[in-house]
């Protein structure tokens, strides 16, 4: 019999340990991080609406 495969424990990697200051709860530069990261996909997604417009309007 094959083995169990519904025991998935240690499967994904580690955990990232987390630093003093971010156990404490002092992690604003995580959050502007955070906030910078979805900025930048809110504009290559408009980029990308924008460039998928421009082809339908070409055809």
Known sequence: MAK???NLLGVGGQRRKLSKG???GSAPARAA???AA???KQELL???RERA???QQES
């Open 38 to 40: 979805e900025d930048q």
């Open 46 to 48: 408009r980029r990308m």
């Open 22 to 24: 971010d156990q404490q």
């Open 4 to 6: 169990s495969r519904n």
């Open 33 to 35: 991080d955070r906030k």
């Open 53 to 55: 417009q421009g082809q």
